[in-house]
């Protein structure tokens, strides 16, 4: 099945609702990438399950709605969600970004909002989903890890990948050096999945997700140190 993202180019921002639950990190780089008008997006609402969320303090100092959702007032998850979707259809949002919730969706939401829910990972899916995922590849050994934004599907972790970028992994890393690495990359490259659906670029083809008319054959991959360094080296093989 063939579907493209639901805005075409050139036409109206689209109306982001984020939803958090802590830090808040990727939510400031996507008010900057708003603000600064470097996405046809804006943020309308942003979502907390937890009242102590940094996140909220951002979404204030941006002007932007912050609410509070907390989870343990509903006995199940689907309940919870039935209120997320009354709160994200009220501010009229097209595209639901989640941004650090620490919560697990359930088709509630999904139906609502198809391959209109995405997420960002701090590995490089589908390898180590889940939680404290940079202290799983470090015990784990791997030599890169990264970032993947995905659509969000009732598979976990599991949906088809926007975009991922590489990171090393040094030896002498610990959970938070690496941490701070991908956190890095993901500032970039969120904005920039958003900026891609935003302007009607996406098509979900099966798992696939292909970038139309992208100037950047390799995407936001351009930008990443590690995939220049490669390239660089490939053609010095030569
Ligand atoms: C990020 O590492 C993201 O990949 C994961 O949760 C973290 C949220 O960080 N889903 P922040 O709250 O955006 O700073």
Known sequence: MIKKSKNPPGGKNTRLG????GN?????????????KEIPAEVVVVISNKPEAFALERAKKAGVT???IEHNRF??????DLELVKVLKNYNVDLV?????????????LREFP????????ALLPSFPGVHVQRKALEYGVKF?????HFVTEE?????????????VHGNDTEQTLTERIHKEEHKIYPYAIKLYSEGKLRVEGRRVRITDCMEPDGPNLHNPVVRFANNDEKTRK
């Open 115 to 122: 391959m209109r829910v995405i997420n960002i990972h701090p």
């Open 75 to 80: 006995s199940n998850r689907e309940d919870y």
């Open 145 to 149: 890890s990264g970032c993947t934004v």
């Open 156 to 168: 976990v972790d599991a949906g088809p990948i926007i975009a991922q970028v590489v990171v090393p």
């Open 97 to 109: 970004v989640l941004a650090g919730f620490m919560r697990v969706v359930t088709p509630v939401l």
């Open 18 to 21: 984020v939803l958090v639950s």
């Open 24 to 36: 808040g990190s990727n939510l400031q780089a996507i008010l900057d990438a708003c603000t600064n």
């Open 66 to 68: 912050g609410l509070v």
